[in-house]
């Protein structure tokens, strides 16, 4: 079956842009998370989605960051006014319910210039 | 609140061992394992659930010690393609949530 996709796989930016990532989890999967991950970092946790409704939106680092799951499957992690510092691989999961196995998908690399 | 991953890298000779240990400052519920690949997505090796618990997938296996919160992964007679970068993620309550946390990594390098 399809895993984890995102799209785009590649995202260049200017700072101040407004950026939108897209992730489509695997279908049946209740849980889905957002990571972001920089280089020779682990993933950082950033927001939990049970169903359509954000269960754990703590990891967010300010209110420049913003995501949806409307219907609860695909995802949009929305980026307002980039900053350099939000240059990094943006990984979505999802499992079939929290605290399951994570399926990643291949990430988003955002660059900001 | 990160937990500690260590070593930082390691290289082997292929067929040789390694453990690689995580530790957490916090009470955990789980300890999950993956591996990543350079430019791939971390693939899941297992997660274990209970104190003491431990569990083996092939030549890889795990064990979870509740008390001291800590979780090692031993991986026996290694193959080349155990190589990439191995995290832990330790599954922590956040008020009504888990929330998973993952260690900085071990960089696993295997050579012929």
């Known amino acids: 079956g399809a895993g984890v996709s995102q799209t785009p796989s590649n995202k260049v930016t200017e700072k101040g842009k407004y950026v939108e990532l897209r992730c489509d989890p695997i279908?049946?999967?209740?849980?889905l998370y957002w990571y972001r991950q920089s280089l020779g970092q682990g993933p950082e946790f950033l927001i939990y989605f049970q169903g359509t409704g954000a269960a754990d939106d703590s990891g967010l680092p300010n209110d420049r960051f913003f995501a949806v799951r409307p219907e609860g499957s695909v995802s949009t992690l929305k980026i307002q006014r980039t900053e350099r510092g939000d240059s990094a691989v943006y990984l979505c999961a999802s499992s079939f319910v929290q605290g399951h196995e994570q399926f990643f998908g291949p990430g988003t690399r955002l660059t900001v210039l | 609140q990160q937990p500690v991953q260590s070593p930082q890298a390691v290289i082997l000779r292929e067929g040789e061992d390694a453990v690689i240990n995580c530790s957490s400052s916090?009470?955990?519920?789980?300890v999950h394992w993956y591996r990543q690949k350079h430019g791939e997505a971390p693939v899941f090796l297992m997660i274990?659930?209970?104190g003491g618990e431990q569990k083996g997938h092939d030549k890889i296996s795990a064990s979870f010690n509740e008390k001291k919160q800590q979780s090692s992964l031993y991986l026996t007679a290694s193959q080349l393609s155990y190589s990439g970068t191995y995290f832990c993620?330790?599954?922590?309550?956040?008020?009504?949530?888990?929330?998973?946390?993952w260690g900085a990594g071990t960089k696993l390098i295997i050579k012929p």
């Open positions: 916090k009470a955990l519920y789980s």
């Open positions: 993620g330790t599954e922590v309550a956040m008020d009504s949530n888990y929330q998973l946390i």
């Open positions: 274990l659930l209970k």
């Open positions: 279908s049946g999967h209740t849980a």
